[in-house]
C-alpha cells in the first residue's frame, strides 16, 4: 500500500538550515507529482511547493521563494526539501503529500523547531 | 492567489445529527475537463490531514458514505450526515486548480 515515511524532528537555531525527507513505497514514484506543506503551531495548513520527479521542475510559493527548494532522488523514491535562513516563524510541522490535484497520500509529519 | 473561505470555523454537533460546512472560492475552481478542483480533508488530532473528497463531490478511497460534497463554480458544501465521536477534527477545503495550492481557514468540529 501507498506510504511517506518522513525523516524525524529537527531543531536547528536561527539563520541555519534543514533538509527534511519523505520515501515513498506502494506506488509508481515516477507517475505522481509531490508536494511539501507545512502547519505552524495551531495554524493552518500551508502550501510549500511542487516537484515533478520525471523531470526535476519545480513550482514554489512566493513567500517562500529563494529560501525553500525541492529535489527528487527516483533511485529511492524520495523527495527531499531545504529550507535555509531559518527563522523562529519557520517553526512549523512539515508535511509531504502525493498527487498535483488530489494530495491523496501525506506523511506522518515532520517537526521543525527554530529557537536560539 | 485564489482565496478559499470556510464558515463556521466552530462547529458544535451533538451525535447523530447532521452537520454542514460551507467552502467558496474568489475564482471558479472549474476546470476545463468539467471537473472542480476542490477537495475537503480531515485532520483529527495528532494526525496528518486525510482525503475525504476530490473535485467537489467523489469520495475518496475507504471514506464512510456519510461523508457527502456538492457544489460547483465558486460554492462547495460538506455534509456529514450523521456526525459520530471520530469524526471530531479540522475539516479544510483546498483548490488544486492552480498554483500556489490554497486551503480554507479550517472547521474544527466537535460533540456537544
Known amino acids: 500500500q501507498e506510504q511517506l515515511v518522513q525523516s524525524g524532528p529537527e531543531v536547528r537555531k536561527p539563520g541555519a538550515s534543514v533538509k527534511i525527507s519523505c520515501k515513498t513505497s506502494?506506488?509508481?514514484?515516477?507517475?505522481?507529482?509531490m508536494n511539501w506543506v507545512r502547519q505552524a503551531p495551531g495554524q493552518g495548513l500551508e502550501w510549500l511547493g511542487i516537484i515533478n520527479p520525471n523531470d526535476g521542475a519545480t513550482t514554489y510559493s512566493q513567500k517562500l521563494q529563494g529560501r525553500f527548494s525541492i529535489t527528487s532522488d527516483t533511485s529511492t523514491s524520495t523527495v527531499f526539501m531545504e529550507l535555509v535562513s531559518l527563522r523562529p516563524e519557520d517553526t512549523a510541522i512539515y508535511y509531504c503529500a502525493r498527487d498535483r490535484e488530489l494530495l491523496d497520500y501525506w506523511g506522518q509529519g515532520t517537526l521543525v523547531t527554530v529557537s536560539s | 492567489d485564489i482565496v478559499m473561505t470556510q464558515s463556521p470555523l466552530s462547529l458544535p454537533v451533538t451525535p447523530g445529527e447532521p452537520a454542514s460546512i460551507s467552502c467558496k472560492s474568489s475564482q471558479s475552481l472549474l476546470h476545463s475537463n468539467g471537473f472542480d478542483y476542490l477537495n475537503w480533508y480531515l485532520q483529527k488530532p495528532g494526525q496528518s490531514p486525510q482525503l475525504l473528497i476530490y473535485f467537489g463531490s467523489h469520495r475518496a478511497t475507504g471514506v464512510p458514505d456519510k461523508f457527502s460534497g456538492s457544489g460547483s463554480g465558486t460554492d462547495f458544501t460538506l455534509k456529514i450526515s450523521r456526525v459520530e465521536a471520530e469524526d471530531v477534527g479540522l475539516y479544510y477545503c483546498?483548490?488544486?486548480?492552480?498554483?500556489?495550492?490554497?486551503f480554507g481557514q479550517g472547521t474544527r468540529l466537535d460533540i456537544k
Open positions: 506502494g506506488f509508481d514514484f515516477t507517475n505522481f507529482y
Open positions: 483546498m483548490q488544486g486548480l492552480q498554483t500556489p495550492i490554497t
